[in-house]
């Protein structure tokens, strides 16, 4: 059995957003080292937590503790990082995080590495793309990468307009639309283009918002979308930023390939034939395991194929 971790950090703030989903504030005992910008990581990186686990039973021969990958949502500026966290029962895994998570209390200690890792939202690569509207796509904590994105231009430049940003962002119900009133207020005051989308729009009857999926405002409701966001979705014009779970990131992609954006997923890239200079205008950041698309199904390649086709038709 692997060795217990040496915990290195504290749970200095815990908050109930809704049922199984909160944001954790967490404190290194040595802050993660600030650039020359004063930045401690790039917008959109992760770090991993760990937690030793009870291991009283000599027959359990898992490890002795659990480490999973956590995207942060605080400003890239602020040494206490930021958690958003959604506790996950179902499918549950051998060696869950959120189990042994959810109980502690604020002072109690963890570990968290101490390095931030993970190009999601590479300035170097976006500014290949320059002029660009950015539409950012959240299900659920996908949200995280995006907050601390936004939070971090607000704290390079207090007068900072958000005018050609816009955040399409899905949740079950109202209670869990995370972080809203913020986002909200970016709309009032900086610009933003903010779109909730309830998927359980049945639990709340008083909701007057979009409703279903957030792929589908990309899909069958593609127009009124772009009526709401003031700016056409063209890979000219645009460049897509898409977190959450597989069933999301898959379907903005097959959604929008006919528009003429191009996923940077180098495998599906090789099945459509698309070059290697051809610039990526939808990155993805990928909240399970599961496969985007089967790439060998050959139906499958062949519509998709399709539908990348209608751009040049």
């Not at 890239?76 to 209390?105: K, N």
């Not at 290949?128 to 936004?150: C, D, I, K």
């Amino acid at each position: 059995m692997a060795r217990a971790l040496t915990y290195n950090a504290t749970l200095v703030r815990r908050q109930e957003i809704a049922d199984g989903l909160a944001i954790f504030g967490v404190e290194l005992d040595e802050p993660l080292e600030p650039d020359a910008q004063g930045r401690r990581f790039q917008p959109g990186q992760y770090v991993t937590l760990g937690i030793n686990r009870s291991h009283d039973d000599p027959e359990d021969t898992r490890p002795a503790s659990v480490l999973r990958p956590m995207t942060i949502a605080s400003s890239p500026l602020e040494a206490e990082m930021e958690l958003y966290v959604q506790y996950v029962s179902q499918p549950e895994s051998r060696l869950p995080l959120t189990h042994l998570l959810w109980p502690m209390e604020v002072g109690e200690r963890l570990y968290v590495r101490p390095s931030a890792t993970g190009h999601f939202i590479d300035e170097a690569a976006l500014s290949e793309l320059p002029g660009r509207h950015r539409l950012m796509v959240a299900e659920g904590t996908g949200l995280a990468p995006f907050l601390s994105y936004l939070r971090g231009r607000v704290a390079d430049d207090p007068g900072v307009r958000l005018d050609r940003h816009a955040l399409l962002l899905e949740a079950k119900n109202p209670e869990h639309l995370g972080y809203r009133e913020e986002l909200e207020a970016l709309a009032v005051e900086r610009g933003l283009v903010f779109i909730p989308i309830l998927s359980r729009p049945h639990e709340c009857s008083q909701w007057a918002g979009a409703t279903g999926r957030v792929e589908d405002l990309l899909g069958a409701q593609l127009e009124a979308t772009e009526g709401q966001l003031g700016f056409s979705l063209r890979p000219e014009d645009t460049v897509v930023l898409v977190c959450g779970l597989a069933p999301t990131l898959a379907g903005t992609i097959r959604n929008l390939l006919a528009r003429g954006f191009v996923p940077e997923h180098k495998r599906l890239r090789k099945k459509l034939h698309i070059q290697d200079e051809t610039p990526s205008t939808i990155r993805c950041e990928q909240y399970d395991a599961a496969p985007l698309f089967d790439l060998k199904d050959a139906d499958l390649m062949a519509r998709l194929a399709e539908l990348r086709a209608v751009v040049s038709s």
